[in-house]
């Protein structure tokens, strides 16, 4: 299953009580920053600017790569969520803050919520029967936010 009209629909079939939609649409961009932070705490170089230099960068490109190769329209969005959870990160170490239990706690609280989310649905999250689903949902999301706006991919 590799087009994505196909991957959306197998997703929302977990995913139609409108309970588990709210907790999704907050804990799954949630989950993705908070990842893209954990990264972000990774340095592998020592250039400025600091920002470009922890694994989050080359994490965000592969990612944007498999959304390109999905929907290359979804991928412009999942290109500016990107800049954003970099930008966010950057931010947070600015204000030192240790960026890295930031992210842990939100990485933890983001997932109470996807399985509080799941037991109200009555379903197991799509993830555990494949995990490509884990790059699913954030997709699943955009492609929300897409229709909401009127753009068609």
């Known amino acids: 299953m590799s087009n994505l009209s196909d991957l ?13 939609k709210t907790i999704h649409f907050f804990c799954v961009p949630a ?34 790569l498999y959304y390109a190769r999905l929907s290359p329209l979804l991928s412009i969005g999942f290109g500016a969520w990107g800049v954003l959870c970099v930008f966010l990160s950057h931010s947070i170490e600015n204000l030192y803050f240790p960026l890295l239990t930031v992210a842990l706690i939100v990485f933890t609280l983001a997932w109470i919520g996807q399985f509080i989310g799941h037991h109200i649905e009555g379903k197991k999250p799509s993830f555990l029967k494949d995990l490509q689903f884990l790059l699913i949902g954030p997709a699943w999301i955009m492609q929300f936010i897409y229709e909401k706006s009127g753009i068609k991919r």
């Open 8 to 20: 959306l629909a197998e997703y929302g079939k977990s995913h139609t009580n409108a309970v588990n």
């Open 31 to 64: 989950i993705f920053w908070s990842v893209s932070a954990l990264l972000h705490s990774v340095k592998w170089a020592t250039f400025s600017p600091t920002y470009l230099n922890g694994l989050d960068i080359p994490a965000l490109a592969a990612v944007l």
